[in-house]
């Protein structure tokens, strides 16, 4: 069974940086897509970043040039790197694989595994 679990979230204040971590388990890591998403209460979730196991990446427009995705496959692990942090990128970011197939990067279903989120608090 694929496990994901999150961890570097936190509160900093508006222009800090925080720096995530996705470590999973159980399965194949280097050939998928691993992707960020993130969701505030109240507010479908949205997909932040995604990167493919060839390195390829991919960025919503409200964090291009501020956030960065990275992994790394020999410790079976992505990152996030978030600088200039801004209080509406407060939320409980995921980190997701994604599918094998029929995979479409900002469409959460179809990625397979999930994490159980962990919590980003931008301070003004």
């Known amino acids: 069974q694929v496990q994901l679990v999150e961890s570097g979230g936190g509160l900093v204040q508006a222009g800090g940086s925080l720096t995530l971590s996705c470590a999973a388990s159980?399965?194949?890591?280097?050939?998928?897509?691993m992707g960020w998403f993130r969701r505030v209460p109240g507010k479908e979730r949205e997909f932040v970043a995604t990167i493919y196991g060839g390195g390829m990446a991919y960025y919503t427009d409200s964090v291009k040039g501020r956030f960065t995705i990275s992994r790394d496959d020999a410790m079976n692990t992505v990152y996030l790197r978030m600088n200039s942090l801004k209080p509406e990128d407060t939320a409980v970011y995921y980190c997701?694989?994604?599918?094998?197939?029929?995979?479409?990067?900002?469409?959460?279903?179809?990625?397979?595994?999930w994490g159980q989120g962990t919590r980003v608090t931008v301070s003004s």
């Open positions: 997701a694989r994604g599918r094998s197939t029929s995979f479409i990067p900002d469409s959460p279903g179809t990625y397979d595994y």
């Open positions: 159980g399965g194949s890591f280097s050939v998928y897509a």
